[in-house]
């Protein structure tokens, strides 16, 4: 039987900061090429930590990190990384601000220029690309943002909570945008969250973490494209339940054990 060709790929990965106790511990995963893998769990559950791992932008004490089967032994070029907050520097123009993973490698051609304006317009930014962060809504921010991470063309997107700021109006739309947007490029996601019914309209397969630990995982067999009245479907609503209560009974067993 063929198996499906992956993109991230983590194997028996421990992380533990100095003396700390491990914060990722032996944590295996892979997600396929062009899948949306969603990592839920509570604060401090080691979910950051494991993006920054995946990202390269760690090294793991032990086990190993692949890329397309290449061993990650740095920050990867081929990844774009998408933070809580839009993380954009005021001083630039929008423009600037989706060029500067560009900008730090090279010198901007008018063609890089084109194609962020292009990017700009794929969500929902045409015209924006003057403007200054400061003029902008919160929503319009994160948009900028995934822009950035677009611009280079990335095989996989790391993303920290992308949307936890933003009023539900909002979240439902970059979500739809989001997946329009990985979906036609094919590009692999691991997409952390705290938001249940986030993960589940997002996901291929949502995880759970607990005390480092990938404690359960649920295959996400809703078709796609996702809509949003799928969040009112009982499948939906069962799915989300069910990893609550994974959540639920995981978090008591770890307290109990400490």
């Known amino acids: 039987m063929q198996t499906e060709p992956t993109f991230l790929t983590l194997l028996d990965v421990t992380y533990s900061y100095r003396t700390t106790a491990a914060v990722v511990d032996t944590v295996s995963w892979s ?26 932008l ?12 290449i061993p990650v032994t740095a920050p990867a070029s081929d990844v774009g990384f998408v933070f809580q907050t839009p993380c954009l520097l005021e001083w630039l123009s929008v423009l600037d601000n989706v060029l500067l993973p560009i900008s730090l490698t090279q ?10 304006n292009a990017v700009l317009g794929l969500v929902g930014l045409e015209g924006y690309g003057y403007r200054y962060p400061e003029q902008l809504s919160g929503g319009q921010q994160s948009r900028v943002a995934l822009a950035r991470a677009l611009i280079t063309d990335p095989a996989c997107l790391l993303m920290d909570e992308p949307f ?44 759970v973490m607990e005390g480092g630990k990938i404690v359960s995982e649920t295959p996400i067999s809703l078709n796609r494209p996702r809509r949003p009245d799928l969040k009112y479907n009982d499948q939906f609503n069962i799915l989300c339940r069910n990893i609550r209560g994974a959540m639920a009974a995981r978090h008591t067993r770890h307290r109990g054990a400490a």
């Open 31 to 56: 997600i396929p090429k062009g899948a949306v893998h969603c990592l839920v769990g509570r604060s401090g559950c080691g979910k950051t930590t494991l993006l920054k791992l995946a990202a390269g």
């Open 164 to 207: 936890a700021a933003l009023d539900a109006l909002t979240r439902e739309e970059l979500q739809d945008d989001f997946l329009h947007l990985v979906h036609a490029h094919n590009t692999s996601v691991l997409f952390v969250t705290h938001d249940i019914p986030e993960a589940v309209y997002l996901g291929d397969k949502v995880a």
């Open 58 to 69: 760690l090294l793991p004490d032990t086990g190993a990190v692949w890329h397309n089967e």
């Open 107 to 116: 010198s901007v051609q008018k063609a890089d220029r084109d194609k962020a």
